[in-house]
């Protein structure tokens, strides 16, 4: 005696978690993603979200925006590509790295309200792990030029105390992880010219056109 | 290769693993299952050695997860504001619709077979990681399985009749 349909196994496999589970979105159905958002919740209670993230859609395109328990630990552009900026985090800094909006939530309200002309400094914890040595030097004095002013690579070097190192206070700004809060974009060459920018020279000249407007 | 981000893993294997959860502790208590099995990934990933079978170590987790759960159950009774229905085959019935009859053909099955059914046809993982995932041999597993879906096919074979007799009568 044979069954004459599909076999059960097939049944299984194919019709049931199909139609139920998946959607043609991603294997998250309605019920998975409210699973995952709950799972990040918990997680965040237990003290296992070492890295939470978001992304924040803005004038100068989508970012993503990454925090530890002491403070925002990365801004990045997408030409940086989030996937990869992702996995640099799970290396270095660790991988229970989770999507989770709420611990970014005040930085997702400053930056709106900066993009929005409304807010001239920023006031949120950071943290620096990911910048080290004279980097981490100049990343500070880049803190104190103010919203509306720029400075050229050389004076920057210059208050880092090495005056010849212009050109590693560029790849400091290139590198730099947090950018938009800790605002490279602020530093040009001493000729005026705008100079390289982490998230493209486009973007550098909007923000600091959105600076000159308020 | 190193460590993925734990979203990642989530993205990748959450649904197999609701599945597995699905099979193994039964509709009513799998968010649950599924739940507690990644919190206890997330807690235990930066331990886990970079180039593991992340799905087959999921899946064990969830086999544990549900089986503290159901002797967790078996102590404590739960209290239940309105009591669940109650279905002919005296189980409780989860509001899932027509995949139930399935489901509960799933559930009724031995525990071995049960598993090796959802490993294979649910998580998709050859019959050697079932053997080590049940502590079995390979042909142990081959065989609970095989058993497994001769009695699904028996009980499909009987609602099938069933309902075409129903369906056929004039």
């Known amino acids: 005696m044979t069954y004459p349909g599909p076999d059960p196994g097939t049944l299984i496999r194919g019709r049931l978690p199909s139609h139920r589970v998946e959607s043609a979105d991603e294997p998250g159905s309605d019920r998975l993603r409210e699973l995952r958002r709950r799972l990040a919740r918990q997680a965040d209670r237990a003290g296992l979200l070492d890295v939470a993230y978001r992304t924040l859609d803005t004038p100068v395109g989508k970012l993503l925006l990454a925090a530890t328990t002491r403070g925002l630990v990365r801004i990045a552009y997408p030409v940086e590509d989030h996937d990869r900026v992702l996995q640099t985090i799970a290396e270095r800094v660790s991988p229970r790295v989770m999507r989770a909006p709420a611990r970014l939530d005040p930085v997702a309200w400053e930056l709106d309200e900066y993009f929005a002309g409304r807010r001239q400094v920023f006031d949120l914890p950071l943290d620096m792990q990911l910048v080290h040595g004279f980097r981490r030097t100049v990343l500070a004095h880049l803190i104190g030029i103010r919203y509306g002013t720029t400075a050229s690579y050389a004076a920057i070097a210059v208050a880092s105390g090495h005056p010849r190192a212009a050109r590693a206070v560029g790849t400091a700004c290139a590198r730099n992880p947090l950018p938009v809060v800790v605002p490279c974009h602020r530093v040009v060459k001493s000729n005026g010219s705008l100079g390289q920018y982490v998230g493209g020279v486009d973007a550098k000249q909007r923000l600091l056109s959105l600076e000159a407007a308020a | ?170």
């Open chain 2, 1 to 170: 290769m190193p460590l993925q981000p734990f979203e990642r893993v989530v993205e990748e294997h959450g649904a197999i693993v609701w599945r597995v959860c699905r099979a193994i502790a039964g509709p009513n208590d799998a968010d649950d299952v599924w739940s507690e099995t990644f919190l206890a990934a997330l807690r235990a990933y930066p331990t886990l050695r970079p180039g593991s079978d992340v799905r087959a170590w999921l899946i064990t987790i969830a086999q544990r997860k549900a089986i503290d759960r159901y002797r967790a159950a078996l102590r404590t009774p739960v209290p239940v504001a309105v009591l669940p229905e109650v279905t002919e085959s005296g189980q409780a019935g989860a509001a899932d619709g027509h995949d139930d009859e399935l489901w509960e053909a799933v559930r009724r099955l031995p525990p071995k077979q049960r598993s090796a059914v959802a490993y294979r046809y649910l998580a998709d993982l050859p019959y050697r990681e079932i053997g080590e995932l049940m502590g079995i041999s390979e042909a142990a597993a081959r065989r609970n399985a095989a058993d497994g879906v001769a009695a699904l096919r028996a009980t499909y074979q009987a609602a099938d009749e069933a309902s075409c007799q129903q369906g056929s009568s004039p």
